[in-house]
């Protein structure tokens, strides 16, 4: 990580924050953190837009915000991201397009699973023992003004990951003409909804033992409860819960102390958390209350590392093809085919550690299309490779794994599919290397039978001999093999050639 | 889940060896694998009398494999039949024989009526025929099988000798063949169909590779994506095709786009027997689908070990069968999409005078409300997409593709944007399909809505219609906030369409 100031600009639902660190030596000293409400979601989530007003608003924070880079001379080191309350605003690109006008500042709309990612690594960061409590089952719940995200881990897989419109602001807009007396009934039913589909998208919920909250709820729920360690009892929720619940926003604001627009998400955010830990029937949940702002300072400063990335995420894809009914011992032996071909290979694809992991992923995934349909499954293959959704895999990354997945079938052309003649070449390169290893590893497991036990390489002059040791003689394989090849020697110039030589002979 | 058995099917034609390896499901199957070999065993079979040394060799290579597929997918029933090629084999008990004791695998001959019945199985899962005359006709290398059905009902079945390998044998021995020879041809194919029942038939269902290869000939000559499982032919095209293939020399009509190249001498006779029953019955097209034998025996051999299906066992009709089989692979909440079409039904019979719909519009209205939230299976975000992506992939019984695309288009939009001009595969309907689309999905959306919390609790639906308002009453004994909020929010559509304020209570 580099010594130096950053600055991080964090345009969210209720507030635009700024945060200002110095790194040396890996650590950080934060220099200035400015928070100035401006509620863009109030008009993201009931008009569906951001009004010009809103957006002048907005500018002219901004420009203060600007000011503070020309400040500390950091024009060159700075992100400005905006979650939710622009990302779904239908004139999303009018507003950014807007702000850049009024204040030079490049701002970026950051994609729900990348948010997810971001905050992650950041409880990761905070919570003792994190990797202890992900083995043994968590939930993770970040409940801000705009969203409510859960994810679900164990073992080293994440289970579940998804993003509701349940903000605090949100729920409190949507319901906010019923009378406060009942609303908590509503907020109660959205609640219902919500678990109703993680039960029935995640039949493991009796695995989970411990939840993590997060998110700008937690800072007011801190304040009004004021808990003496990081963790918060579903009995002191409960409480705070009945008391509050029916009450009117004005008598809660007096009675914590709170603004009269925290009161008003405060049963929401209440009611969110107690209802999760009922589902999961824990007594608490442990909180990380740094900002988002903070966790973005983290990441792009790099001081956010996490260990064997590359395995993780081939785990993640491991899991994720079961739900299709992956055959997994077919796409296991082409992981081992593929790995043996990239390593003994190394001299001619010279591929990255990245592309490997994306033909990893390739390996997993290529037949997972079965589950939709016969025919045309790699296709399938294709559109379910694409719509992954894992927070940490980037849409990039996604992007080459799908690709790769349609076209290792003969079927498929890449010279036939419009998307891709417009990628560069040096992308379509790194494509045809990653799908040219794929069709022969798939290729020598063509019958899902592992009839092929293992392969050894040799590379001469004019041709890759690679001799697969046999159970018996695998027919389909070599016929597959033939027809498959072709992309190797068109790829990378040299013909491989398969010799059989049986186990028992 | 009980364990279901896995199935393999293993069907030996005259033109193809075929497996199929099926896991049984509660009400319904997965193809887990498929396997073809051209083997055209007919081809020996037809000129010689017998198979010989070479094709016997060649049949036993074929059998190696797919008994490894088997034991590799751990079928525990497993049932091989074979149809004319080994019926008039001189030496096809010697065949049985040596399979059974190389295998073990053993091979039932089936009789030409049985083989019709299978098809005609294979035809009622597939096709709503049960309000119309029907004749469905499997075309083979050796024999076609012809069964008759009146309203789903089995009249007559027939075996007949015109078998496309055996037509070709009998009568094209040049190459082109002499035009006497097609002549003589046709009065063949004519005269059989001379004993055939004249009755009036509504829809010619044909199955058999080489039809099913001649509808992708045709699908390719409009640029069509022949990837739908199920396909319809117009007669027009057949008679042009006959026109250009006779005076063809074999190795140009391997040149035609789609052409099957082991089957390119087969194409005209096949050609010419369901070009000669569309003239005997005055129909104009014919509808084809992959598989009609062994998704026939598939059935059958499931109903043998006592499992049945939905349209064998309930008495609600075969579509809606379907769509429930189609609903729980995808893990859909049944509950919610019964009550989705339950209140749909509701607001469908008391709209449908103001919408102009006709009372058999309720069946594409019916299947998306079944699907509408399939596509949360890929993904919960965008499942709407999803949703569309899986339904015009999957196989809807008594569809056409048409109406398939409609409900896929309907689910669609039972969220998210209204329909509009970025929605190209909207636009590619014609003005009155698109209209009846929005209007049904003006009705999906509401219905959605007014099940929002999936847990049912609207029970009834009163529709009032004034000259400027609809007025919606949602009867409950529950507290329906979600549901009053969702409906509300989902009505943009129906106001669009009826240009009436709508108001929900």
């Given at each position: 990580m580099k010594n130096g100031i950053f600055g991080i600009i964090n345009i969210g639902s209720s507030a635009i924050r700024m945060q200002i660190s110095e790194f040396k030596n890996s650590k950080e000293r934060i220099l200035e953190s400015i928070v100035t409400p401006v509620a863009l979601g109030l008009d993201t989530f009931e008009k569906g837009y951001i009004s010009l007003e809103k957006a002048k608003e907005t500018a002219q924070i901004l420009s203060k915000f600007a000011k503070k880079l020309d400040e500390y001379k950091i024009w060159g080191n700075y992100k400005a991201i905006c979650t939710s309350a622009v990302r779904d605003a239908q004139n999303k690109y009018f507003f950014i397009n807007y702000i850049n006008a009024k204040t030079q500042l490049d701002i970026e709309i950051i994609e729900e699973t990348h948010e997810m990612y971001i905050k992650y690594l950041g409880i990761m960061h905070d919570i003792k023992n994190f990797d202890k409590l992900?083995?043994?089952?968590?939930?993770?719940?970040?409940?801000?003004?705009?969203?409510?995200?859960?994810?679900?881990?164990?073992?080293?897989?994440?289970?579940?990951?998804?993003?509701?419109?349940?903000?605090?602001?949100?729920?409190?807009?949507?319901?906010?003409?019923?009378?406060?007396?009942?609303?908590?009934?509503?907020?109660?039913?959205?609640?219902?909804?919500?678990?109703?589909?993680?039960?029935?998208?995640?039949?493991?919920?009796?695995?989970?033992?411990?939840?993590?909250?997060?998110?700008?709820?937690?800072?007011?729920?801190?304040?009004?409860?004021?808990?003496?360690?990081?963790?918060?009892?579903?009995?002191?929720?409960?409480?705070?819960?009945?008391?509050?619940?029916?009450?009117?926003?004005?008598?809660?604001?007096?009675?914590?102390?709170?603004?009269?627009?925290?009161?008003?998400?405060?049963?929401?955010?209440?009611?969110?958390?107690?209802?999760l830990l009922k589902m999961l029937n824990l007594d608490g949940f442990l909180f990380s209350n740094a900002t988002f702002p903070n966790q973005l300072m983290n990441y792009y400063s790099k001081s956010f590392k996490e260990k064997s990335v590359n395995k993780k995420i081939l785990n993640q894809v491991v899991a994720y093809s079961k739900k299709y009914n992956n055959d997994l011992k077919h796409a296991k032996k082409v992981l081992h085919f593929a790995n043996r071909l990239y390593n003994q290979l190394k001299n001619i694809h010279s591929m990255s550690q990245k592309e490997k992991m994306i033909l990893d992923c390739a390996c997993v995934l290529h037949d997972v299309g079965y589950y939709i349909g016969v025919n045309n499954h790699h296709q399938h293959s294709y559109y379910i490779a694409k719509s992954i959704n894992i927070p940490g895999i980037d849409k990039e990354i996604i992007d080459y794994v799908a690709a790769s997945v349609l076209f290792h079938r003969n079927k498929a052309k890449i010279e036939s599919e419009d998307e891709l003649l417009s990628a560069p070449i040096e992308k379509i390169l790194v494509l045809k290397k990653i799908i040219a290893l794929l069709k022969i590893a798939d290729a020598l497991d063509a019958s899902h039978m592992q009839i092929i036990e293992d392969i050894d390489i040799e590379v001469s002059e004019n041709q890759v001999k690679i001799t697969a040791i046999a159970l018996k003689i695998p027919f389909l394989e070599e016929l597959t093999f033939k027809n498959k090849s072709t992309d190797f020697l068109e790829t990378f110039g040299i013909e491989p050639k398969l010799y059989i030589k049986l186990k028992h002979e | 889940m009980p364990d279901y058995p896995i199935i393999a099917i293993i069907d030996i034609g005259s033109n193809s060896i075929r497996l199929q390896v099926a896991q049984s499901l509660e009400k319904s199957y997965r193809i887990i694998q498929d396997y073809r070999e051209i083997l055209r065993l007919g081809d020996c079979v037809f000129s010689k009398g017998y198979i010989d040394g070479q094709t016997a060799d060649l049949f036993y290579k074929n059998m190696e494999v797919i008994n490894n597929l088997i034991q590799n997918h751990k079928a525990t029933i497993i049932r091989a039949v074979g149809t004319a090629a080994l019926r008039d084999a001189q030496n096809a008990y010697e065949i049985v024989k040596t399979t059974k004791e190389r295998f073990g695998i053993d091979i039932e001959i089936i009789s030409g009526k049985e083989e019709a019945?299978?098809?005609?199985?294979?035809?009622?899962?597939?096709?709503?025929?049960?309000?119309?005359?029907?004749?469905?006709?499997?075309?083979?290398?050796?024999?076609?099988?012809?069964?008759?059905?009146?309203?789903?009902?089995?009249?007559?079945?027939?075996?007949?000798?015109?078998?496309?390998?055996?037509?070709?044998?009998?009568?094209?021995?040049?190459?082109?063949?002499?035009?006497?020879?097609?002549?003589?041809?046709?009065?063949?194919?004519?005269?059989?169909?001379?004993?055939?029942?004249?009755?009036?038939?509504?829809?010619?269902?044909?199955?058999?590779?080489?039809?099913?290869?001649?509808?992708?000939?045709?699908?390719?000559?409009?640029?069509?994506?022949?990837?739908?499982?199920?396909?319809?032919?117009?007669?027009?095209?057949?008679?042009?095709?006959?026109?250009?293939?006779?005076?063809?020399?074999?190795?140009?009509?391997?040149?035609?786009?789609?052409?099957?190249?082991?089957?390119?001498?087969?194409?005209?006779?096949?050609?010419?027997?369901?070009?000669?029953?569309?003239?005997?019955?005055?129909?104009?097209?014919?509808?084809?689908?992959?598989?009609?034998?062994?998704?026939?025996?598939?059935?059958?051999?499931?109903?043998?070990?006592?499992?049945?299906?939905?349209?064998?066992?309930?008495?609600?009709?075969?579509?809606?069968?379907?769509?429930?089989?189609?609903?729980?692979?995808?893990?859909?909440?049944?509950?919610?999409?019964?009550?989705?079409?339950?209140?749909?039904?509701?607001?469908?019979?008391?709209?449908?005078?103001?919408?102009?719909?006709?009372?058999?519009?309720?069946?594409?209205?019916?299947?998306?409300?079944?699907?509408?939230?399939?596509?949360?299976?890929?993904?919960?975000?965008?499942?709407?997409?999803?949703?569309?992506?899986?339904?015009?992939?999957?196989?809807?019984?008594?569809?056409?593709?048409?109406?398939?695309?409609?409900?896929?288009?309907?689910?669609?939009?039972?969220?998210?944007?209204?329909?509009?001009?970025?929605?190209?595969?909207?636009?590619?309907?014609?003005?009155?399909?698109?209209?009846?689309?929005?209007?049904?999905?003006?009705?999906?959306?509401?219905?959605?809505?007014?099940?929002?919390?999936?847990?049912?609790?609207?029970?009834?639906?009163?529709?009032?219609?004034?000259?400027?308002?609809?007025?919606?009453?949602?009867?409950?004994?529950?507290?329906?906030?979600?549901?009053?909020?969702?409906?509300?929010?989902?009505?943009?559509?129906?106001?669009?369409?009826?240009?009436?304020?709508?108001?929900?209570?």
């Open positions: 992900s083995q043994e089952g968590l939930l993770l719940a970040y409940l801000s003004s705009g969203s409510l995200s859960l994810s679900i881990k164990a073992g080293d897989v994440d289970l579940f990951n998804s993003v509701f419109n349940s903000g605090s602001l949100r729920q409190y807009l949507l319901f906010k003409d019923i009378n406060s007396s009942i609303r908590f009934k509503a907020y109660e039913e959205q609640m219902g909804k919500i678990i109703s589909t993680l039960k029935q998208n995640c039949n493991e919920l009796s695995k989970i033992k411990h939840m993590v909250g997060c998110g700008s709820s937690i800072n007011l729920l801190v304040k009004v409860l004021k808990p003496k360690s990081n963790k918060i009892t579903y009995k002191a929720l409960n409480t705070l819960y009945k008391s509050i619940k029916s009450s009117e926003p004005q008598a809660i604001s007096q009675m914590y102390s709170i603004s009269l627009n925290d009161a008003n998400i405060i049963v929401p955010i209440v009611c969110s958390f107690s209802y | 019945y299978y098809n005609f199985l294979a035809v009622l899962y597939n096709f709503d025929i049960k309000n119309m005359n029907a004749l469905t006709i499997d075309i083979g290398g050796g024999s076609s099988e012809i069964v008759i059905s009146q309203k789903g009902e089995l009249v007559d079945s027939y075996s007949t000798l015109l078998g496309c390998t055996r037509l070709k044998h009998e009568f094209l021995k040049k190459d082109p063949p002499s035009q006497s020879s097609i002549y003589a041809m046709k009065d063949f194919i004519e005269e059989t169909l001379q004993n055939l029942d004249d009755i009036n038939i509504d829809t010619i269902v044909a199955t058999g590779g080489t039809l099913n290869n001649i509808a992708i000939m045709y699908y390719m000559s409009q640029n069509k994506k022949a990837t739908s499982y199920a396909k319809y032919v117009p007669r027009s095209y057949v008679k042009s095709l006959i026109n250009t293939l006779r005076r063809m020399k074999i190795d140009d009509i391997k040149k035609i786009k789609g052409v099957e190249e082991k089957r390119a001498d087969i194409i005209l006779p096949a050609c010419m027997v369901i070009e000669s029953i569309m003239n005997f019955y005055n129909v104009e097209g014919f509808y084809t689908f992959m598989g009609g034998l062994r998704t026939g025996l598939l059935i059958d051999t499931l109903n043998k070990i006592g499992l049945s299906f939905p349209f064998q066992t309930l008495d609600s009709d075969l579509k809606f069968s379907r769509l429930i089989e189609l609903g729980n692979k995808f893990n859909f909440e049944e509950p919610h999409a019964l009550c989705v079409n339950d209140l749909a039904k509701k607001l469908f019979e008391q709209l449908k005078q103001t919408l102009t719909l006709q009372d058999k519009d309720f069946a594409l209205l019916e299947a998306a409300c079944i699907l509408h939230d399939i596509g949360t299976y890929i993904s919960f975000s965008k499942h709407h997409m999803h949703s569309y992506y899986l339904i015009t992939n999957s196989d809807l019984t008594g569809f056409s593709i048409k109406q398939k695309n409609m409900i896929a288009t309907i689910s669609y939009f039972h969220r998210g944007s209204l329909p509009n001009k970025s929605h190209k595969f909207y636009q590619s309907f014609s003005k009155k399909k698109k209209d009846k689309i929005k209007k049904l999905a003006a009705i999906l959306r509401i219905a959605d809505g007014l099940d929002r919390s999936h847990r049912s609790f609207v029970k009834d639906i009163k529709v009032s219609i004034e000259k400027d308002n609809i007025k919606i009453v949602a009867i409950s004994s529950e507290d329906t906030f979600l549901e009053m909020k969702a409906a509300n929010a989902k009505k943009n559509l129906l106001e669009k369409v009826t240009g009436k304020k709508v108001s929900i209570i």
